[in-house]
């Protein structure tokens, strides 16, 4: 079973700032997904990755494959870009990470 | 239209009741998913349709029940629920079994 690990669980920062967000699989997948959840619950998806890099306004999303490691990434952050983010990796159905709760200050 | 829509938001009921959630989609996505999902914690898979059969159901007790009567629309039909079942109820569809999931708004559960 995959076993899907996110870090930070919790992360403040101030507006204007790079954010970071890592998630770690055990084992081999056909593609990662980032999401974002307000609060309220909506799900949101960002991005579906299977490998390399891709970038849509603020946010980047890498993939190692090799090193079966994730990152998020969010430049010049501000106060609407709170909200938790979840990493899931395919595996037969979707394998959810903790999630990692945002909170950006202004 | 990459809009999936989840009736009602908010769902009261009594442990004795029967009520049904709906989900609708015009994407012509062909796999649909229940997830459930408690406070701060991440979905959990309920059941996969695929092609409107089930293909997977997470060992979800029977008091939950879903239905797909045919591709844009699935339900899950609720009876004799327990406190302990309360939480967001969340659909998602997606064009095939392995790919990006389009999830609804919720449907937010609470039993009485």
């Known amino acids: 079973k995959n076993e899907v690990e996110q870090s930070p669980q919790n992360l403040t920062a101030q507006e204007g700032e790079f954010i970071t967000i890592n998630c770690s699989y055990s084992?081999?997948?056909?593609?990662l997904h980032w999401l974002q959840q307000h609060p309220g619950g909506g799900i949101v998806s960002l991005f579906m990755?299977?490998?390399g890099k891709k970038k849509h306004g603020r946010l980047i999303a890498t993939i190692n494959i090799q090193e079966k490691h994730s990152s998020l990434h969010i430049t010049a952050s501000h106060p609407r870009d709170s909200a938790v983010y979840i990493c899931?990796?395919?595996?037969?159905?979707?394998?959810f990470g903790q999630g990692t709760r945002l909170t950006i200050n202004p | 239209d990459t809009e999936v829509t989840q009736t009602p938001k908010h769902l009261v009921m009594g442990m004795t009741n029967k009520k049904s959630l709906k989900c609708e989609q015009h994407?012509?996505?062909?796999?649909m998913y229940w997830y459930k999902q408690k406070a701060k914690k991440p979905p959990e898979l309920m059941f996969v349709?695929?092609?409107?059969?089930?293909?997977i159901n997470e060992s979800v007790p029977s008091r939950f029940s879903p239905e797909c009567p045919n591709s844009s629309l699935l339900n899950l039909h609720l009876h004799a629920l327990q406190p302990e079942d309360s939480a967001l109820y969340l659909c998602?569809?997606?064009?095939?079994?392995?790919?990006?999931?389009?999830f609804g708004p919720g449907t937010r559960l609470t039993v009485t």
């Open positions: 349709y695929s092609y409107e059969k089930l293909s």
């Open positions: 990755l299977s490998s």
């Open positions: 998602a569809s997606s064009q095939g079994w392995a790919g990006e999931q389009y």
């Open positions: 899931a990796v395919d595996d037969q159905k979707l394998v």
């Open positions: 994407m012509g996505h062909r796999a």
């Open positions: 084992v081999g997948i056909s593609a």
